[in-house]
């Protein structure tokens, strides 16, 4: 058994910086993830990380750009606070080595990111989450915190009603153990490989929410789901980030003439506008990255050109850039407070998984960089000081064998020839469908019952390789279970809402309503099955 004040489970932004401000508040801390820190989905974020460092720029403007793009589901207070911390936080990025890029006066450049009003969208070329990633990764290894990577996490150890750790299996070696903690923190990414395609990788499968929601912790506000709107459609999805429009690309038809759209709008009506307009008779859609100029585009969005160039075989400089809009991140994840308390005492989550009330119903373009460094390190010192007051709780041995018992489950008996890949494709496909960017009551019970059909499929698809070094059937079988659990309860919490929200678009109410829903979605498990409530949004 390993024992520590606090777990980190998920190693990108987020989980980095919770690990660095846990151990320096003086806490023992071990992080865990299932792949290398560097790969995951984090590097993905491409346009930059807001903050309000420019002479023009606020606290307070940012705040209401914020809560704009939330639609009316923000906590005031939670994005206030955030909007205050935010130029901290990024200039001590800066100071510890991330390498922004710079105006003419020398000082940390800023562009116009999506829907923010002015310019604050701090960036390192189009690879901001990456060389973040990376910097929070040196700071990390400078404190010499243990990191077991390649550990997949399956399931979580509760006592009453106190988290006291986690039961992880390290791909590596094949054998289980268990993590005792005082404080364990959730930082495991989002949910939105149960959509296909989707921009993010492929281990974003909702891991953490799923391990929160079957120990009794709280899911808010599932139904918001983030489409991109400027996303190469073809294979997965290769997602060209958004300052691309801020810069001066333009969105157009086949033709090359301008599609009437809104660039500066909110993703969700960015996204909604591009889909409308192809269903209105006006075609494919198209970015066109020629105004930006070529210069512009080696030198600010290099990223970018070299993967339109290598995936998609176009050379944006002089070729139209197919797009459509993709699934994204969520809004919604583990109700938590502001410092990342959940309803289970000692458990604590932050960044995708975790839904705080900062985003509502729509996140800002810019703020995902930022919410996982400010919350990253306020979580990681609440956790350290909640593990300092704690109460040693025993971890029970027996936790380990029983998880050894359900683990062997998933390989014993006859299988049905159905397959994980199957089952998954066939999930991504109706989530993306019945579940995407536009929705209706009837698409949604079709998607709930479909939903149900595939997990009875499910549970008859038994884990053929017997090994546990490497076993990647075995984590598939474990990812694909968590994102059946949470696809359903995305389905019914956007059943729930009869209303037009941010992210969550009914075509049968297609109106906000405010006197019914200005509230958050509340999921909890309860007798086996998912219980739905209400909770007025704070101010």
């Not at 209401?64 to 130029?87: I, K, N, P, Y």
């Not at 060389?131 to 929070?136: C, E, G």
Request: proline letters at 3%; charged letters at 20%; a neutral charge.
């Amino acid at each position: 058994m390993q024992e520590f004040d606090v777990v980190v489970i998920g190693g990108g932004v987020s989980g980095l910086r919770a690990a660095v401000a846990a151990k320096r508040a003086g806490a023992s801390v071990a992080l865990i993830s299932k792949t290398h820190p560097l790969r995951s989905n984090s590097a993905l974020a491409q346009g930059g990380i807001n903050a309000p460092l420019g002479k023009d720029d606020s606290p307070e403007s940012f705040t209401e750009d914020t809560l704009a793009a939330g639609d009316g589901l923000c906590e005031r207070s939670v994005v206030q606070s955030f909007a205050q911390e935010a130029a901290k936080e990024v200039l001590w990025l800066e100071q510890m080595g991330v390498p922004f890029n710079r105006d003419k006066d020398g000082r940390i450049d800023r562009r116009r990111f999506g829907s923010n009003s002015l310019s604050r969208s701090c960036y390192t070329d189009d690879r901001t989450g990456y060389i973040v990633l990376n910097v929070l990764y040196e700071q990390f290894q400078r404190l010499a915190i243990p990191a077991f990577e390649e550990w997949f996490v399956t399931s979580l150890a509760v006592d009453g009603e106190t988290c006291v750790g986690a039961i992880a299996l390290g791909l590596r070696s094949g054998k289980l153990d268990s993590f005792a903690a005082r404080a364990v923190v959730l930082a495991t990414g989002g949910l939105t490989r149960m959509y296909l395609p989707s921009t993010v990788s492929i281990g974003t499968t909702g891991d953490g929410q799923a391990l929160a929601y079957l120990c009794g912790a709280r899911l808010m506000n599932m139904e918001m789901v983030q489409f991109h709107p400027t996303v190469f459609p073809k294979g997965q999805g290769l997602l060209i980030t958004e300052a691309t429009l801020g810069s001066g690309a333009q969105i157009v038809n086949q033709q090359g003439a301008a599609i009437q759209v809104p660039k500066d709008a909110p993703r969700s009506k960015l996204s909604l506008s591009i889909s409308q307009a192809a269903q209105n008779g006006a075609g494919s859609a198209f970015l066109d990255l020629k105004p930006i100029g070529k210069e512009k585009i080696l030198s600010s969005f290099p990223q970018t050109y070299e993967l339109l160039r290598s995936v998609a075989g176009l050379d944006c400089t002089k070729d139209l850039v197919p797009i459509h809009p993709v699934a994204h991140r969520p809004m919604g994840g583990i109700e938590v407070k502001a410092s990342g308390e959940t309803s289970i005492a000692g458990l604590f989550a932050v960044g995708e998984c975790a839904c705080n009330g900062l985003n509502g119903a729509g996140r800002l373009a810019g703020n995902t960089l930022s919410e996982a460094v400010i919350f990253g390190k306020r979580v990681g010192e609440a956790a350290a000081g909640y593990a300092k007051a704690a109460v040693k709780k025993n971890f029970l041995a027996a936790k380990l064998a029983d998880e050894e018992k359900t683990l062997a489950a998933l390989a014993s008996g006859d299988s049905s020839q159905d397959s994980l890949s199957v089952v998954h494709a066939e999930l991504g496909g109706l989530m993306n469908e019945k579940v995407g960017l536009i929705r209706d009551a009837g698409g949604l019970t079709q998607a709930l019952d479909r939903i149900a059909r595939l997990k009875e499929r499910y549970q008859k698809i038994k884990v053929r390789n017997t090994g546990r070094i490497y076993n990647y059937e075995l984590t598939t079988h474990l990812e694909l279970g968590a994102m059946l659990i949470l696809a359903e309860i995305v389905a019914r919490s956007a059943q729930a809402r009869t209303e037009s929200r941010g992210a969550h678009y009914r075509s049968d109410f297609p109106n906000l309503d405010d006197a019914n829903w200005k509230s958050h979605t509340v999921a909890k498990l309860s007798q086996g099955s998912t219980q739905l409530d209400k909770k007025p949004v704070a101010n």
